[in-house]
Each structure stands twice: as structure tokens, then as C-alpha cells.
């Protein structure tokens, strides 16, 4: 048991990694945000003074959709990263400016929020820092520095819905980035969960699930499928694989994209043999829900089934969680 926790904790640390890259920085495409975990929604950059990122719980069809997030009363958040040095004075003018143009020149009603709010940004800000604004159900706003809370401002419903128009509002303070905050998804097909079969018997086997790690395609079983296989043991692998239990095992690794859906270069861990063979896995344009594999000694080429899920799961199933 202790050894299948540690392959559990093993493949969620790997999940850490899996990022949307813009300009020269990244964002995790899942983020806990005050132990609430949320989707990356879309991202984008500003004149490389900075870039921001939209975290969302619920979907969104497009651009038309900034007011209906900025006055919805639940968990979202956004992930600034500066790209240059910059003062705290020229990021706080950012907000004070598009408060002005969200709220049609009205932020003066909400000016002591807004003050509470900026004082907590520092005088200075550095490159490649990373400042979360959290919204909260329970109607507070509160700002992280990197790892750190840096505080919050309480009752903040009216001021939530005035901020995120900064971004997403009718006059936000860039419609380019506003369009990139509001993206539609667009899920990788390769990745999410794999029925795979015996080539033989054409029997089910395991599930497998696909996800990316630093633009590289791993796969780890899932489940066993047969009851008697629920707790096999890998004896026969070697390296760190070796002993440890079947659920929870890499045995895809480092896939890199070729384009066209097809990933080369990998490695396939038999369950069986041990054996560690070169590997390549694709889809065919016109059968997205089939993913071929192929490695050394596989007797021809392998077919899994797409196992389909819930729009949410879905997502989910694409992107990584990473707390901070």
C-alpha cells in the first residue's frame, strides 16, 4: 500500500508541470487558488509589460461573455506576471485607469475599497514575479506575491465586478487581451483517458491516462480492468518501476510532438516483460476517438478507445493541478 501511494504521489507531482507557455512565461493550466482548484481559461500579454492569465470554474463561449464573468459571484481568479521591472506606482495606474473606464468615470464610489486594494501591491516589482488576485464566494478579494498573502479586502462584490472589467469589461484597457482572457478552450486530442485492448483478444486491458509535461506526452495506468490485476506488482521492470504496483505506473514517457496529432521518440514500459521499447502514438484525422500505438515488439499497431467524459471532466482531463 505505501508503495502504491508513493506512485500516486509520484504521477500527481509530475501533473505539476503541465503549462500554457505566452510570450516567455508560463501558466499552469490548472491553479489552486485558497484551496479552491480552477481552470485556465485563456491568457495573454500586454505591450511585454506584462502578462495575465483568466482562471474560471465554469465554461465561457467567447469574448461576448467578459460582463457575464465579471458579475457572477463565484471563485475566479487572475494570474499577473510581470515581464519587465517595473514600479508598483505604474501597475497600480494600470488598475486605477481601467476602474475609471469599467466603471464609466464612477470608481469614486468605490474609492476606499480601491485604496485598500492598491496599497497592498509593493513599491517594487520585479521580473517574472507572480501576483494573484483572488476572488472569493465568500464576496473578498485577496492578493498573493508569489508564495505570499499579501491581504485582502472584505465585502468586495461590487469592487470584484469593477476590477475584472479592468480586463474584461465593455471598455477594457486592451480588447486584444480581453479576447485572449475569453478564448475558447481548445483541448489537445491526444491527451485525457485511454481503453487499452489486447491486440490478440481484442479484450480490454486498462485504462490510461495521457497528460503533458513540459510539451512531453506521458501515459500512466489508471486501473487494471481485470479484478485479479487491481494490486499486480511490476517485477519484472527495472529502475525506479521496479516493485512497484501496476495502477499508477508510467509507462508512456516523454512523447514529443511531430505534429498532426502524432507523437515520436517516446518510451513504452511492457507491464508483463519489463521490457522498455521506443514508441510513437497518433490519431487519424478522420477517427479522432482512436489513438494508434506503436513500439518495438507490439506485433503491429495497437488501438485504444477514447473514454468520453462530462464537458468539465473533460477539461479536466487536459489540464494539471499546481497549488502555490
Known sequence: MKGKILIIFFFLTFLCFSQTKVGDVHFNDID??????????????????????????????????????????????????????????????????????????????????????LKLFPQKINKYEIFR???????????????????????????????????????????????????????????????????????????????????RVFGSIERMLRQSERDAVCYECEGDD??????????????????????TGGKYTNIRTGEVSDCQIWIDKNDPDILKVKYKGSGGTHQWKRIKASVKNNREDFRTVKGF
Open 242 to 263: 521496479k516493485n512497484q504496483p501496476v495502477e499508477g505506473l508510467v509507462i508512456l514517457k516523454r512523447l514529443s510532438d511531430k505534429g498532426g496529432n502524432k507523437y
Open 32 to 117: 489552486v487558488f485558497d484551496k479552491t482548484e480552477l481552470m485556465l481559461n485563456g491568457a495573454g500579454e500586454k505591450d511585454r509589460y506584462y502578462a495575465i492569465a483568466l482562471y474560471l470554474d465554469f465554461e465561457v463561449d467567447g469574448v461576448e461573455d467578459g460582463i457575464m464573468v465579471a458579475d457572477k459571484d463565484t471563485d475566479m481568479a487572475f494570474t499577473i506576471k510581470p515581464i519587465s521591472n517595473i514600479s508598483g506606482d505604474r501597475l497600480k495606474g494600470v488598475i486605477r485607469n481601467g476602474l475609471e473606464r469599467a466603471t464609466d468615470g464612477n470608481s469614486y464610489l468605490l474609492e476606499n475599497q480601491i485604496r485598500d486594494f
Open 133 to 215: 488576485i483572488v476572488y472569493s464566494k465568500d464576496k473578498k478579494i485577496t492578493l498573493y506575491k508569489n508564495k505570499e498573502r499579501l491581504g485582502s479586502v472584505n465585502d468586495s462584490f461590487e469592487f470584484k465586478k469593477a476590477l475584472f472589467k479592468v480586463w474584461l469589461g465593455d471598455n477594457p484597457e486592451d480588447a486584444g487581451l480581453k479576447e485572449d482572457l475569453l478564448g475558447a478552450f481548445e483541448e489537445n486530442p491526444i491527451l485525457g483517458k485511454w481503453k487499452a485492448y489486447d491486440k490478440k483478444t481484442g479484450v480490454a486491458i486498462n485504462i490510461v491516462q495521457l497528460y503533458m509535461i513540459e510539451n
